[in-house]
């Protein structure tokens, strides 16, 4: 999804390594990136196609909003967020990954 970013703003695909994101700069970045800063007011989306995945914000992955997701859409969202070892890792663990990335 591309945005630009209307202020400067850290943020990490990973979950490992922080990067910072210049305002004015414009970025192609994965949906959930690009929902969760725009729900921050760090940027504007520019890409004007329909959103089709459902994306989890950071207020969204409380424990118990996870635990109501299929094991499939859990490992899509561990997927989009670079998650590595998800395919092996029963739901409750799956869920405290996701929790551990956007935390």
Known sequence: ???KM??????SIDGIRTEFYEEGQIYDLPLFMANSFEAKGYAVKID???QEQK???PVETK???LSMQTMDELKEIAKSMGISGYSKLNKEDLIKAI?????
């Open 55 to 57: 994306v989890i914000s």
């Open 63 to 65: 424990h118990e909003e």
């Open 6 to 11: 209307i202020k400067r703003a850290p943020g």
């Open 48 to 50: 004007g196609a329909p």
């Open 99 to 103: 929790h551990d990335a956007v935390n």
């Open 1 to 3: 999804m591309k945005i």
